[in-house]
């Protein structure tokens, strides 16, 4: 079976020149609806995103 036009299933957000690390990421969470606990465990850093 061929599995064709898979979408990922976060929005993509384009960083903003000058912009901070967590503002960026502060708006990808924003963007795809995340909790800071969600967006540690996409990103792979657990519960460590917070503010």
Known sequence: MEVENIKP???RVQP???E???HFLGRFRQANDLTPTGLGK???LGGAIAR
């Open 9 to 11: 299933w976060l929005f």
């Open 16 to 18: 903003y020149q000058g």
């Open 20 to 22: 901070s690390l967590s």
């Open 42 to 44: 996409a990103a792979g």
